[in-house]
């Protein structure tokens, strides 16, 4: 049956301060609850909101990341409802015009193929944490009302959950490489709505997954139960519902709230922000694979140094000091890898070199990697080898030569 899966993701941003006013932007939860708050993040009437301009630059570094155009003229709307953690009665956040970006896609392989497309990336507010105690209290944590949230909408283009999988994953390494945001999920840095239907069928939405694992296996059941369903005849009613992760099924919440309900109108704090003349330098996993396998590394091993950040930059500052490519992401993928400290990328650099000059045997060089870890010294091996000069070796010949004449005939 044909399945269609969009994603809804919402991205915490490593700003040093709020969206909307200058309180700390304690992105990691380290700090006491309710410790970063002023009027503006709790809400009181009559308060004037700021923009925050690193938050409109991470936005627009990460929608041309995915290939989307920007717009011209950004703008900011209400969202309006009520909830506890939302306790000014509405969010602001963007709508269908005016969003940062829009008409993008990632690519769900570093080396191309199938494209997902984004609808668009637009900028909001996040609201306050909720948190249930043992007693069944729910406690309020205003730190985090007003963290710079990205939202990011896909089509709905992916058809299987390996394929949500692919896109998450290289969606957070792009994140990564841009170094807005760490995207952790665990911590709720980055939050993954799914949206799935089977043979064109009503919608069923499924919750704040918390890995990207537990969104594959979310999928499956979620796939599987609507496909028992069709086939039994029964309708499938829009829904929205939660994974319990521990019993390892979706279960419905609530009824979906349509668009009306929220009655979007257009923030009057906030100014239309204008866009001009962007240049930003930046980098994404899918430009630095291209550039590592035409210096001649093979796709598998290019491909294992771009999806570890630790390892990508190594290979990069080794590379700055003109390294062998072939030679050294082969010592990288297959020995390095599991270090806990590399080596000075300058030394593996000159090992790299030396061994592509038959100076020293590849065994030797691979051996010495293993025993010297991060003290790799090439000084000391070169020290402690018997390196034959070009005069040594002719004389070596020679002496063969004369000892024994008949083979050197056979030939
Ligand atoms: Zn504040």
Redesign the pocket.
Known sequence: MKVKIGLEIHLELKTKS?MF???KNDYDYEDEPNV???P???GYPGVLPTVNKKAIEYAILLSKALNCKISEKIQFYRKNYFYPDLPKGYQITQYKVGSIGYDGYLYLNLDGGKKVGIDRISLEEDTARTIQTEKDEILLDFNRS?IPLIEIVTKPDMENPKECVKFLENLRLTIQYLNISDANMEKGQMRVDVNVSVEDNERVEIKNVNSIREVENALYYEINYQIEQIKAGKKIKRATKMWDDYLKETREMRRKETEDDYRYFPEPDLPHIQIKDIDLVFKTPFKVYEEIVKLGVQKDYAEIIVRDLRLCNYFENFLKHSGDAIIGSNFIVNILKSFDKLPEPKELAKLSILVKENKIPNHIARQKLNEMKENLNVENILKNMDILSDKEVEEIARSLIEKFPEALKQK
Do not use: R
């Open positions: 709020k006013c200058a309180c970063n708050i002023c503006i993040c709790l007003g």
